[in-house]
């Protein structure tokens, strides 16, 4: 558990002083206690236990029901609000190059007159990301709860537009694999890219009209805040428009991918038809001569097998020659 408590000096609007809680979890819940006037705290758990979360219930006045969907940890983006507390459920989300698979964990932000409590889970946690924005623009937090509402979701859209940058550098990649001159089965690959972006879309697409609700009038916030939010929406839209292309090129690429599956399965057919055909003609002349009945042409002449073979060789030439004109060979 992490506490961080901002407090706003008097006559200094533009100054927002920040200290940690210390002592462990009496400590914390001590300190939610003395929240003053122009104070606010930022409470922070990791994976937290049911017991963990029902301790800062009841000092924070959670709903049961938002504590049970913090717990849980399988939330779709989403934004809840019961009473004066604003829950907002975010997809976190980062992308593994070496085995071009998309991780997602979970974040959940809990949003007060005074407090802020996120709640993460996963191994990739925004909210140390969020705390050094916070301490390099300090002009912002004299929003209250809501600058860490911000910066928290601004760290998670920035994370979702690296992300789609690396899909895009490993589709563009595998595009070229896809219309190389070697003949590689990548299938299971351009499916398996497939399924992640599929991760990914679940991720984005929820959080667009969350993004687009905090960026309008109706949301709310301090006037100054508005900005931050429609510059957070933008960035979203943004990358929601990436991972939905992403998506459309991956079926392009599979599509196309599929086709020359067929070419080449149809040249290899061509080659076997052309190649039985230009033998199908020697054997058809052995199997005639072979068959050893007493009166068949040319038997005794001291030329005829000869003939016979040169016949055969002919034809198959004057085949091969015709299949490799028309591309068959």
Partial sequence: MRCLIYREPPGSPQQVDCRQADGGRAAVLESLKRVGEREFCWV????????????????????????????????????????????????????????????????????????????????????????????????????????????????????YTEAAAQVR??????????????????????????????????????????????????????????????DVADHLHRTDTEVRSLDELLNSALDAHL?????????????????AAILATPTLVAGIYGMNFAHMPELSWVYGYPLAVTVMITAATLLHRAFRRNGWL
């Fill in 44 to 159: 922070h758990l990791d994976d937290p236990a049911p017991g963990d979360l029902e301790e800062l219930a009841g000092p924070l006045g959670l709903h049961p029901l938002a504590v049970e969907d913090a717990v849980q940890a399988h939330q779709r983006p989403k934004r809840e609000r019961y009473g004066d507390v604003l829950a907002v459920a975010l997809k976190t989300l980062w992308y593994i190059e070496d085995g071009c698979e998309v991780e997602t964990g979970e974040v959940m932000v809990f949003t007060g007159p005074r407090f802020v409590l996120t709640v993460g889970h996963g191994s990739v946690d925004p909210t140390t990301e969020a705390v050094r924005r916070l301490g390099e623009n300090p002009q912002t937090l004299r929003f209250g709860p809501v600058a860490v509402l911000h910066a928290v979701l601004d760290t998670v859209v920035d994370s």
């Fill in 259 to 275: 086709a020359r599956l067929g070419t080449w399965q149809n040249d290899d057919m061509r080659r076997i038809s052309a190649w």
């Fill in 169 to 230: 550098a490993d589709l563009t990649a595998l595009e070229r694999r896809v219309f190389s001159p070697d003949r590689e089965d990548l299938t299971e690959e351009i499916y398996s890219l497939k399924r992640e972006v599929l991760e990914f879309r679940d991720a984005v697409q929820p959080l667009v009209p969350v993004a687009q609700d905090f960026a309008g009038s109706q949301a709310g916030w301090p006037e100054g805040a508005m900005p931050y939010f429609r």
